[in-house]
């Protein structure tokens, strides 16, 4: 029990981030290297803004971020649109930039923020704490909720017709530039949640978002433009696969076999056959359609 609810809080974390760069990727077709360090960046907040409760600093953090993600896209994500290296580039420039700013703020030392909830609860037998489980639910559903907005709403229909055909889409209507700009906005905060939530189980430091950028590259290697649920799935896996490994494991050498692992599975999936092989499986799984 306690290693499922492990899995649980693992993947509330992997899946914001992971929900946020796929969000992005779905209409820029852009890999955002700074959504580790916008995590990073909500992490900070919710752990100096200590005057406040600690549920107000979450929502701070994420209405704070609101007009900066929507200048970045508008004033360095536009222009080179057409170039996926550098779009990449610049969005390392920014992670960069928040690092270098983080690290003129706070120093390099590590901090955390105080758990709202201190105390443990019992499930099946097994003791637990609170607010791990907490910040584990509230995740996850947020996650439910963004999924589904993306395929039973308007807004859904309107990203996934952008990423699939953004010239048809304008032709119907959408203002494609405005929906760019509202999918950066959205993965950029839910990246900003996910760090202010889970500040009180991390160590919060100028470079914390480097390391949550492996589980975000994991998901899209399987997982297509707009395919936002299986982006979701992906780091459910990463999430089960990190947390098994150091259970059975001492912590370095499940991190070691952790990145093996990774790297592994990301050369499998670049040989053609194995493309064919998985889409062969999305195929014969996927649902008959009606006539």
Do not use: K
């Amino acid at each position: 029990m306690d290693v499922l609810l492990a899995i649980l809080s693992q993947f509330g974390l992997y899946g914001l981030l992971t929900l946020g760069v796929a969000i992005v990727f779905a209409a820029l077709r852009v890999v955002n290297l700074a959504q580790g360090d916008l995590a990073m960046t909500g992490a900070y907040v919710a752990a100096t803004a200590t005057t406040v409760a600690f549920g107000w600093r979450v929502l701070l953090a994420c209405v704070l971020c609101v007009v900066p993600l929507m200048i970045i896209e508008r004033t360095l994500l536009r222009r080179p649109l057409a170039d996926g290296l550098a779009t990449m580039l610049v969005t390392w420039g920014v992670g960069m930039a928040l690092r270098q700013v983080a690290e003129l703020l706070f120093t390099s030392t590590s901090r955390t923020a105080a758990a709202p909830v201190e105390s443990t609860v019992e499930l099946l037998g097994t003791p637990y704490p609170a607010y791990r489980l907490i910040s584990g639910l509230v995740a996850v559903a947020v996650i439910g909720a963004v999924l589904f907005a993306a395929y039973r709403t308007g807004w859904g229909l309107t990203l996934r017709a952008v990423a699939d055909n953004p010239t048809m889409a304008a032709l119907l209507g959408t203002d494609p530039r405005r929906m760019r700009t509202a999918a950066f906005v959205a993965g950029g905060m839910l990246a900003v949640l996910a760090g202010a939530l889970y500040s009180p189980l991390l160590a919060v430091n100028p470079s914390m978002g480097f390391g949550l950028l492996v589980p975000m590259f994991f998901a899209l290697l399987f997982s297509r433009p707009g395919a936002l649920g299986a982006a979701v799935t992906a780091a459910l896996l990463v999430a089960a696969l990190a947390v098994l490994l150091r259970t059975w494991l001492t912590d370095t050498l499940a991190d070691a076999l952790f990145y093996i692992v990774i790297i592994g599975t990301a050369a499998l999936r670049s040989r053609s056959h194995v493309r064919r092989l998985l889409s062969w499986s999305r195929r014969i799984l996927s649902p008959a359609r009606s006539s």
